[in-house]
């Protein structure tokens, strides 16, 4: 009866160690937040679907995705000290409007083109909401001095963080 239970123990551990997944892991710590491997496939994904490119997933392009990210974390972080607020569902929906005549013929191509790219429409829209949200922060934030004051005040969050990569995950 032993000798049974033993094996029957085993068979469960194997079947346990064959059916775990791997979590998301850590690719890169700003502060006290953290990159996920997701994020940079999906900014991967993203970016390559808004140039219309190849997607790239080799170290050098998650490197990249990783340097984006980082910027976007600053970015979520001073817009969760002010009063910035999300934009409006019609700007959004007239910049992903925009989106598809400029690059499709049709909305069967724009889905394809989702498909391929490995994303949904509400990703890519979340990505637009964002991408219109940082454009009205940088505008309430730094008005007229431009794009070389927004640039300087991300350099400046960027040096004041501590941010440890994970090159393993980057590879």
């Given at each position: 009866m032993r000798?049974?239970?033993s094996a029957l123990l085993g068979g469960?551990?194997?079947c346990s160690v064959a059916s775990a997944?791997?979590?998301d892991r850590i690719a890169v710590a700003v502060g006290t937040r953290a990159i996920k491997e997701s994020q940079i496939d999906r900014d991967i994904r993203l970016t390559a679907f808004e140039n219309g490119g190849p997607l790239d997933f080799s170290a050098t392009s998650k490197r990249q995705s990783a340097d984006r990210l980082i910027d976007q974390t600053m970015i979520r972080a001073e817009l969760a000290k002010g009063s910035y607020p999300a934009p409006p569902e019609a700007e959004i929906a007239r910049v992903l409007e925009k989106i598809k005549q400029a690059?499709?013929?049709?909305t069967a191509d724009y889905?394809?083109?989702l498909k391929t790219y490995g994303l949904s429409d509400q990703e890519l829209r979340a990505h637009v909401a964002f991408e219109i949200q940082v454009v009205h922060f940088a505008d309430a934030k730094f008005g007229n001095r431009g794009n070389g004051t927004f640039f300087a005040w991300l350099d400046g969050a960027r040096r004041a963080s501590r941010i440890q990569f994970h090159e393993d995950v980057l590879q």
């Open positions: 000798r049974l239970s469960l551990l194997l997944e791997i979590m690059r499709f013929h049709s889905e394809q083109a």
